[in-house]
């Protein structure tokens, strides 16, 4: 038997859903900023030059301003992608990438952290089959734990699969703590 939830009215948006008999709180402070923020940009372009990705174009899909904790200090999630699948014109002589970082202070100073880290310099033909991460998105944001502090639920869409993966960040480590997912 498959629990189902009636919407109505029918919602109409695009994207994934997660239904759950979890008491979700959803994050305290949730704020989406524009994807050509300057700041988040030129974080994106350093994880990508890093990765020997010069060539390839900054492509954020989420900026996502938020307090995991709940302690007054903000964390920023940042989320790309750019490959053939998400981007049907993109430039297959750069290689391709799917990420999501999280921004945050520690001791003072800014921290990326990769919670998924995909880049590919290669160049690579229209058939190739992509393996590795295609697309990654977060889908919630919100305390599934009731311990007050939010964890990051993202999708990982790969190559026949797709997984949901939960990430917690806990006494300033971040750590996943479930995976569910099918796939051929």
């Known amino acids: 038997e498959v629990p189902q939830v009636a919407l109505s009215p029918i919602d109409v948006t695009s994207g994934s859903a997660i239904a759950t008999n979890l008491p979700l709180q959803p994050a305290k402070k949730l704020e989406r900023l524009k994807p050509d923020h300057p700041a988040y940009v030129k974080a994106a372009r350093a994880w990508l030059d890093e990765r020997g990705m010069a060539l390839a174009p900054v492509r954020l899909t989420h900026v996502i301003r938020t307090d995991l904790e709940g302690d007054g200090t903000d964390e920023v999630i940042l989320a790309g992608a750019y490959n053939a699948i998400e981007v049907g014109d993109a430039d297959l002589s750069i290689g391709r990438y799917a990420f999501v970082l999280l921004r945050r202070l520690v001791d ?16 690579y033909e229209a058939d190739d089959v992509n393996y590795d991460a295609s697309l990654v998105e977060p889908v919630a944001i919100a305390d ?16 026949e ?6 990430y917690r960040l806990q006494g300033g480590s971040l750590a996943s703590e479930a995976e569910c997912g099918c796939g051929c």
């Open 108 to 123: 003072g100073a800014v921290v990326t952290t990769a919670l998924v880290d995909y880049a590919d310099p290669r160049p």
């Open 161 to 166: 699969s797709v997984a949901f993966r939960l």
């Open 144 to 159: 599934v734990t009731g311990d007050g502090i939010a964890e990051i639920v993202l999708l990982v869409w790969q190559y």
